[in-house]
Nanobody, 119 residues
Framework: QLQASGGGLVQSGGSLRLSCVAS????????IAWYRQDPGKQREEVAR???????TYAASVKGRFTISRDNARNTVYLQMNSLKPEDTAVYYC???????????????WGQGTQVTVSS
């Protein structure tokens, strides 16, 4: 089970840190991804971190967002800086022991947390 939190309303240029906490004690073997979705749009991968700590970012967030993990706390973070109105979406974390670049490859999903960036 995954629990996402940390969303909210922030002004353009502001920052938020999202957290994704897993209840599974084998958390350290999972690849974790953050996705976001706006109503009427496809779910978009934002960032991904492997069990070994390698990271991947969408071009739209590279240099602004940082994904990290703390296996001792069963938690993955998404630090979001220099937020823009186009970052507004519901953000979901997802986990899988294989993972990949498609949302269909993730078996476990958090409930989502709303991020709203005002201009």
């Amino acid at each position: 089970q995954l629990q996402a939190s940390g969303g909210g309303l922030v002004q353009s240029g502001g920052s938020l840190r999202l957290s994704c906490v897993a209840s599974d004690s084998t958390f350290n073997i999972y690849h974790i991804a953050w996705y976001r979705q706006d109503p009427g749009k496809q779910r978009e991968e934002v960032a991904r971190i492997t069990s070994g700590g390698s990271t991947t970012y969408a071009a739209s967030v590279k240099g602004r967002f940082t994904i990290s993990r703390d296996n001792a706390r069963n938690t993955v973070y998404l630090q979001m800086n220099s937020l823009k109105p186009e970052d507004t979406a519901v953000y979901y974390c997802a986990a899988d022991d294989i993972g990949g670049s498609s949302p269909t490859l993730y078996s476990y999903w958090g409930q989502g947390t709303q991020v709203t960036v005002s201009s």
